[in-house]
């Protein structure tokens, strides 16, 4: 009967211990991926980063790109023209469908305008991309403009609205007021 007590009381103090070891690591690590995603035979994304982490032992497993990371996605309306991303750092939470990308970001959509700033989340499942840093855009015909205090945007940059806006614009590209 002492050695039952002793072995339970052992598998006790053993379960305590795994309670308190930690599972914050990366369980796969990828150098120099290159990562194709595609839907229906499409590719849809294609994703190329030095150094990606993989983090599946917490909570909420996450991916982490720490080294810079480059990203084409495409559209079915422009199948030819990706749109493109660069960015120092991602993190990549499927399970919520929230991505993050930090550090001198800049975005190319498939129009060809370029979107810089220093930070951009993209909400999957509302289709949504936004910042509140400040947005520098730059037409394919070279007009400047600048949203201080940033913007929200469909996620394949179809549509957007920035906030506290300046620029410089082609005055031929601007709609007649009123005649």
């Known amino acids: ?3 039952f007590f002793a072995l339970t009381s052992c598998e006790e103090d053993l379960a305590k211990v795994n309670d308190k070891k930690s599972t914050n690591f990366a369980s796969r690590i990828i150098y120099n991926a290159d990562i194709v995603k595609k839907d229906s ?3 849809k994304v294609r994703f190329k980063a030095p150094l990606l982490e993989e983090y599946e032992f917490v909570d909420t497993p996450y991916v982490v790109v720490r080294k810079g990371l480059y990203l084409e996605f495409y559209d079915s309306k422009k199948p030819k023209t990706p749109g493109k991303l660069w960015a120092k750092y991602a993190k990549m939470i499927d399970k919520k469908q929230f991505y993050e990308a930090r550090g001198n970001v ?3 959509n498939n129009e060809g305008q370029t979107f ?3 930070s951009i989340y993209w909400d999957k499942a509302k289709q949504r991309m936004y910042t509140k840093d400040t947005v520098f855009i730059t037409d394919k015909d070279g007009s400047i403009f600048v949203a201080a205090n940033g913007m929200n ?3 394949d940059f179809s549509e957007y609205t920035f906030y506290n ?3 410089d614009f ?3 590209k601007m709609p007649n007021s009123g005649n």
């Open 153 to 155: 945007a469909k996620d």
């Open 106 to 108: 800049k975005v190319i």
């Open 1 to 3: 009967m002492a050695i």
């Open 165 to 167: 806006n300046s620029g």
């Open 41 to 43: 035979g499409m590719v």
């Open 116 to 118: 810089a700033m220093q």
């Open 170 to 172: 082609n005055v031929k």
